[in-house]
């Protein structure tokens, strides 16, 4: 066989990967980096963080955006960060309106699972008509398909 070839990355499994196995110490490595990254500027952005990573040289290899992309979706998906879009204000005020962003939860630490108030965990609590709804109205939590199934009712 020849050696002199590199193989392709999708079947490599790329900068992640080494001799087939999933190198979870450089991807740990990485997500710190990022998590700095985010906890320093409150609200990043992907371009910003790749461009904090390649100036700082932290690591000794040419890291893509798309590399940082990677890093940041498995964060999402393990809620250690959120996506956001910037609405120009506030954290955001750097931030172009509508650009994707990502950001902690809430506080300096990521907390594991969504912390919601008791309002927001009813069906009233994330109801668009809560305002026309009343107790005897044309809209009222006693005739409310999502009520009803929520408490497992009927009324």
Not at 3 to 21: A, H, I, M, R, T
Not at 113 to 119: E, L, P, Q, R
Not at 138 to 150: D, L, R
Request: glycine content about 6%; hydrophobic content about 35%; charged content about 20%.
């Amino acid at each position: 066989m020849a050696d002199e070839f590199e193989p392709s990355k999708q079947v490599s499994g790329g900068l992640w990967y080494v001799d087939g196995n999933l190198d979870k110490e450089l991807v740990n490595v990485m997500k710190q980096l990022c998590l700095r990254c985010i906890r320093i500027e409150k609200v990043a952005t992907l371009e910003r963080v790749h461009e904090h990573l390649k100036k700082q040289q932290v690591v000794n290899f040419e890291i893509s955006s798309q590399q940082v992309f990677e890093i940041f979706y498995s964060m999402v998906l393990d809620n250690e960060i959120i996506e956001v879009k910037s609405t120009g204000l506030w954290e955001y005020y750097s931030i172009p309106i509508g650009t994707v962003c990502y950001r902690f939860d809430s506080g300096p630490v990521v907390a594991k699972g969504s912390k919601v108030g008791a309002f927001a965990s009813i069906p009233c609590g994330a109801c668009t008509r809560i305002n026309p709804c009343t107790p005897n109205g044309v809209i009222s939590p006693s005739n409310c398909a999502y009520s009803t199934k929520w408490l497992n009712i009927d009324f």
